[in-house]
């Protein structure tokens, strides 16, 4: 009998993207739909990384070489000695956007069954690594009342278990833009050197952060060189999500070793992309500098509104373009459903992604949404103006 695999059954539907069919038929209607529930950015991509597409002038584009493109990895090498972070182009290896290098890293690092603490709530892909990987993630629950900050490290080593094998974060962090403080950083680099663990690091939102301190990395943890795996990508740093260019890196040998294989038996990265993320390097400082301000004001429209919201809770996010936002709802996937299907005001509506699909343990974020400030921000604005109606004139409020 035909019939698909066991694993496909349980793949995920993507939280963010299961409401598309109602925001399609809500633009069907004719009603314009701001779209809070996913993170692709509207600024440009620097005219750096344009350049070398429009220049290109070969008559083939063949494969690049399985760890990527030499220049571009002494470029990343480059780059990253900008931000303090000590990598030879060897301990680098390209991969076809941050979510493949996640891909490695649980594959290389775990056997089936292991397990990996996650601070929930996280990237909800994280999940859908986790199962392709037979990896069991331990989720670390963190509350909107403490900014989603991290837990006390005592607290964290209970859910150490014999089968634990990495502890993977994300910061500053999606879905809740919390930064995790420097002490936070070294703490964990304790803790991973301790229990002999691997420290798997989502660094993909290292230029978005919005306090005064840089962005404290753990491969900034002295000792922890054998522990610590970055995964990171240019989507969000350069506003190049569809270049699909990521990268994995380590000074642990082993590691590297086998994530070779890895990317050899996927031939390579994207050249065209590989292109593009290569004249990125090149961005000046002013692009950053620029981003950085707009979203910094566009969340401050954000938070501010939100918080203006009878009944509704954010806490200010210090870093990446999101925040999870507590709602007077009791399902807030419903109630994103019916601001899709059955409301809107002067014409539009807005879309936002349920929280409970960011956390692992069944019940948790049900009551919260996560919104991201990526639209500017005369439509964060008038999307602020469709929440606060429909949460007036919601059936299924709850205060
Ligand atoms: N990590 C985090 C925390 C993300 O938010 C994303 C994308 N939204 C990724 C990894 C993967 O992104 P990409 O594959 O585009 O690099």
Redesign the pocket.
């Known amino acids: 009998m035909l019939g698909i695999s066991e694993l496909s059954k349980k793949m995920p539907a993507s939280p963010i993207r299961k409401l598309v069919p109602y925001a399609e038929a809500a633009k069907k209607r004719g009603v314009k739909v701001y779209h809070l529930n996913i993170?692709q950015p509207d600024v440009e991509s620097p005219k750096e990384a344009l350049e070398p597409i429009k220049n290109f002038d070969l008559k083939l584009i063949s494969y690049p070489h399985s760890a990527g493109i030499e220049s571009y990895r002494k470029g990343l090498a480059k780059y990253y000695q900008g931000v303090n972070i000590d990598l030879s182009y060897e301990q680098i290896i390209v991969?076809?956007?941050?979510?493949?290098?996640?891909h490695m890293a649980l594959n290389v690092c775990c056997n089936p069954g292991d397990e990996v603490i996650v601070f929930e709530p996280?990237?909800t892909?994280?999940n859908t690594f986790a199962l392709m990987t037979g990896v069991k993630f331990v989720p670390v629950t963190t509350t909107i009342e403490d900014g989603f900050a991290l837990p006390p490290m005592s607290e964290v080593e209970k859910y150490i278990t014999p089968k634990t094998k990495a502890i993977l974060i994300?910061s500053p962090?999606?879905?809740t833009g919390t930064l995790y403080t420097k002490e936070d950083i070294l703490k964990l680099g304790e803790i991973v050197i301790k229990h002999n663990l691997f420290l798997m690091s989502?660094e993909?939102?290292r230029e978005f952060c919005y306090t005064d301190e840089p962005h404290f990395s753990c491969m900034h943890i002295p000792g922890a060189e054998q522990h610590v795996i970055l995964?990171?990508?240019?989507?969000?740093r350069y506003s190049m999500?569809g270049a699909?260019?990521?990268c994995i890196a380590s000074h642990n040998k082993d590691v590297m070793g086998a994530v070779m294989r890895f990317a050899q038996a996927r031939l390579c990265g994207p050249a065209i992309g590989q292109m593009a993320s290569e004249g990125a390097l090149n961005t000046p400082q002013s692009y950053f500098d620029s981003v950085k301000e707009e979203y910094i004001s566009r969340r401050d429209l954000m938070i501010e509104r939100l918080n203006k919201i009878e009944g509704v809770y954010s806490p200010m996010p210090k870093g990446?373009f999101?925040t999870t936002a507590r709602l007077p709802v009791d399902d807030a996937e419903k109630f994103a459903q019916w601001m899709l299907e059955e409301f809107s005001h002067e014409g539009q509506t807005v879309m936002v992604a349920p929280a409970a699909g960011f956390y692992a343990t069944p019940g948790k974020g049900t009551n919260e949404v996560r919104i991201a400030y990526v639209l500017k921000k005369e439509d964060i604005a008038n999307a602020m103006d469709c929440l606060e109606q429909a949460l007036k004139v919601y059936p299924g409020r709850t205060v």
């Open positions: 993170g991969t076809i956007g941050g979510s493949e290098a996640l996280f990237y892909n994280y994300n962090g999606n879905p989502d993909v939102y995964i990171d990508s240019v989507s969000k999500c699909r260019v990521g990446a999101y």
